[in-house]
């Protein structure tokens, strides 16, 4: 190798890895609840509930709950805990420092509320609907039958796929390079 050749490996190696950390980086979406509104007692009962409906919520994206800590607190509860605003029905230890970060990790119906007392019947709670992937619409055959042991499809191969994409189109511009130089 030239010396010219190593700076080009050496360039294209960071490109690289920049690429790379875009990627995952970019895969997770952090939503600030309510907006600049923060969590708070809101204007109005359809407050968050309109601004959930304005997001998408991928598994693996965070939620920040933006609150001066004692003010309010964050308390995931079930549906039954949300419909009522019963913290009882938590399944999680109240979040009780702000601002709080709360990963999404798992799909479906997420509901949370904030347990200090008139909070949450004044409309300051949240139920969010999150999803596994990016929507692939569900129409793509499924292979479930038989087997049982076929890998789990879907995000993993989505989040592969395009780094090695390019990875390749990076070696092939090396070898252009290389040929070049010599
Ligand atoms: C609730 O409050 C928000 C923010 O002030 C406002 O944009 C929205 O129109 C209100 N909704 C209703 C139903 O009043």
Redesign the pocket.
């Known amino acids: 190798m030239t010396a010219s050749t190593v700076v080009v490996v050496a360039v294209l190696a960071i490109l690289l890895q920049v690429s790379l950390q875009g990627w995952i980086v970019g895969a997770a979406t952090t939503h600030v609840v309510g907006g600049s ?1 923060g969590w708070t007692i ?6 968050y509930p ?1 601004w959930a409906s304005s997001q998408t919520f991928l598994v693996g994206d965070i939620l920040q709950f933006n609150f001066e800590t004692g003010m309010h607190d964050v308390v995931a509860v079930t549906k039954s805990g949300y419909d009522a605003c019963d913290s009882n029905g938590q399944i999680a230890s109240p979040v009780t420092s702000g601002p709080a970060s709360i990963p999404l990790s798992s799909a479906g119906e997420h509901y949370y509320l904030c347990g200090i007392t008139g909070h949450c019947s004044a409309g300051q709670k949240l139920a969010v609907s999150v999803v596994s992937s990016t929507p692939d619409s569900g129409d793509a055959p499924s292979p479930s039958s038989g087997g049982g042991s076929s890998p789990p499809s879907g995000s993993a191969g989505a989040l592969v796929a395009p780094p090695s994409l390019v990875a390749v189109g990076l070696s092939l511009l090396l070898v252009n390079i290389n040929n070049a130089l010599r």
């Open positions: 509104t809101p204007p109005n009962n359809t407050f309109d």
